[in-house]
């Protein structure tokens, strides 16, 4: 398959859980009309579902390093477009946040199953610039979902906001039966043995050096949660714009992702990893630092309240690639389990800052601001005490 295909169809698998959040994000004030629920109940259909999604790529690592990446893959495709069919079909707000759940149980495989795909063909600085080109490619659906999302919901309502994530996931499935190859040969397989994965998975969570650089990973990535997670009230309520303007958010954002994992692409193979780290936490921190002295000096108003986000997102997508590959080769020998507990506990982070911080403060512009440069210095102290964490000598992976 070639590399370029190869990437877009990653890049489309990694999209699958961030559309479940992005696409429907300006129909809360309409969902919450429908069921006469209140906008903490709406927020329970968003937070728990990036909870699903955090509990179950603790596993899809795991059972693709078992079963095979492209099966576990199809399999969780299939599960997401009946739950999408089922949210749409959602007659109360409970039944929709039940729904919820289980679609993002079914969501995390892509994000979880395409790093560990990367890492089984590619190496080394080719690791990071393919994992650079599927974030640059990636970073089209949190500008193009809240848009389309918006406009369905203006013209449809905010079912068929579900109706079309269950149609991207049937033709998904459909192009990746069809063209994605199996990357990990049954000769290179873990048997799937309750106590050997149990081994595996206390080995990595007993590693300082993995815990607390992904720790690092999760919070740097949190600035997206925490404004994910307050877009209604941030864009309609603090912004004062209609429910089909959420670019004004995600356009900035994605411009940024998109144009630093250009940069980070292009330089892969001339720039250090550990360089492009601290060239990322840097730009990302200008952002952040304009950000809270913009909010916290004038009323927040487009454009300049939105500008700060495209710095922030330069400078994350600058540094993630690097930050990712850095992590996961601590355990070669167990790639994907190493990839499945890394983004669990990303999108443990995901969820508590989505549904727990994210309300807090979700009212106010400066108090987002604060937030943001909080968890961005937490992320900056974590992966540089996993940087200088020493790493264990490489054992065998239970089970090998």
Known sequence: MPKHALTIVLALLTMVGPLGIDAYLPSFHAIGATFDASPLAVQQTLSLYIAGMSVMTLFYGT????FGRRPVMLVSLVLFTLTSILAA???SIGMLVAVRVLQGLCAGAGMVIARAMVQDKFQGGEAQRMMAMITMVFGVAPALAPVLGGWLQATLGWRSVFWALALFGAGLWAVSRQVLRETLPPAARTPFDLRSIAANYRRSVTSPRFVLMSVG????????PLYVGSAAAYVMDILHLPETAFGWLFVPMVSGLMLGSAMASRYAHRVPAERMVRLGFLVMGFGVVLSVAYTSLFTAAVPYAVLPFLFYTFGLSLAS?????????IFPEMRGLAASMQGFIQMALFAL???LVAPLV??????????HALLLAAGLGFWEAGSRARARPATPAAGT
């Open 353 to 355: 800052v989505s549904g």
């Open 63 to 66: 059972l693709s390093d078992s």
């Open 321 to 329: 690639p690097s930050m990712t590959v850095i992590a996961l080769s």
């Open 362 to 371: 979700f009212g106010s512009a400066a108090g987002l601001a604060w937030t």
């Open 89 to 91: 079909l959602s007659t």
């Open 217 to 224: 990973i999760g919070l740097a990535f949190c600035g997206l």
